[in-house]
Nanobody, 123 residues
Framework: QVHLVESGGGLVQAGGSLRLSCAASGGTFSSYAMGWFRQAPGKEREFVAAINWSGDNTHYADSVKGRFTISRDNAKNTVYLQMNRLEPEDTAVYYC????????????????WGQGTQVTVSS
């Protein structure tokens, strides 16, 4: 059982930055991949970014590539999402999740989820 808690969301103006954190407990953090997803009102949840267990392999959705950076600190059992040049379209609830499978890079096979943190970008 893995427990995930996101933090760092908030209200920011377009062009601004936020850094989300996801603290994990339970399991062996350094043994599984981590991902960030988001869900905007009235839309389905979508993949944002993912990182492998060691942190040396990352994947991003095209919509955030070049603006968002995922990273992890296995010593702190924490994964981060640095979000720069935010746009109103980035407004959503952001979730972190764990993947124990081989398709983590494609946003598949995520088993444990946090409760989410709200990000609102004003124009």
């Amino acid at each position: 059982q893995v427990h995930l808690v996101e933090s760092g969301g908030g209200l920011v103006q377009a062009g601004g930055s936020l850094r989300l954190s996801c603290a994990a407990s339970g399991g062996t953090f350094s043994s599984y991949a981590m991902g960030w997803f988001r869900q905007a009102p009235g839309k389905e949840r979508e993949f944002v970014a993912a990182i492998n267990w060691s942190g040396d392999n990352t994947h991003y959705a095209d919509s955030v590539k070049g603006r968002f950076t995922i990273s992890r600190d296995n010593a702190k059992n924490t994964v981060y999402l640095q979000m720069n040049r935010l746009e109103p379209e980035d407004t959503a609830v952001y979730y972190c999740a764990t993947s124990f499978g081989s398709s983590w890079w494609a946003g598949l096979g995520y088993e444990y989820w946090g409760q989410g943190t709200q990000v609102t970008v004003s124009s």
